[in-house]
């Protein structure tokens, strides 16, 4: 009966919350800063895999009434009141193209129309891709450094313990147990932060790159269309 209490205590002692409890507060802290950056890190993945899921499905809506639609001055009149990238890249294309349609010139340069076309659109997808990525370097951060500040939580609480051995001059495992413990919980902090902010990282970069093919291939379609168009104005 006694040994089954005592096991029941130790298991007690070693539980999450009493290692925590327990450590030093410089493991403590080492210890919060994780798991504050493991939620911070599981808040983005959230929020930007929502994003490019509304953003795909949106660009394939897009897709299907450009190709459908006959009249382009139509299409960009709804094209504007959109907030998605697809529907930015065809705004800045037609904004070019009409700003060089209406500057009354007798003859048009169709060579730097088609670049300025190009570098407009190309510009528009690049804006919208990079802040689509903005805040996955800060899931690369906590996935690379996470096991290095719990590595170092552990090394400082070893340390303690080893300290606190030396001082009771006691070495049973009933005395070691609960340092080393409480050492080695904040290294598994520290893996529970960076395993899913690596592959949270890995997928959402996936997905961020394949969006930007699929939005750089409408682009070249896009002006494709209007380098056909602008072949076949006569006498400008």
Known sequence: MMQTDLAMKTAAELSPFALFLQADIVVKAVMLGLLLASVWSWAIMLERSRRLTRIDREAGQFEDWFWKSENLEALYDQASRASHPAARAFTAGMNEWRRSLAAGRARIDREGLRARLASAINIAITRDVDDLSDRLSLLATVGSVAPFVGLFGTVWGIMRSFAGIAASQNTSLAVVAPGIAEALFATAIGLFAAIPA?????????????????LSAFGEEFLNLLSRQLDGMEGR
Do not use: K, P, Q
């Open 198 to 214: 690596v592959i949270g990282y890995n997928r959402l970069l996936h997905r961020v790159n394949r969006l930007e093919a699929r």
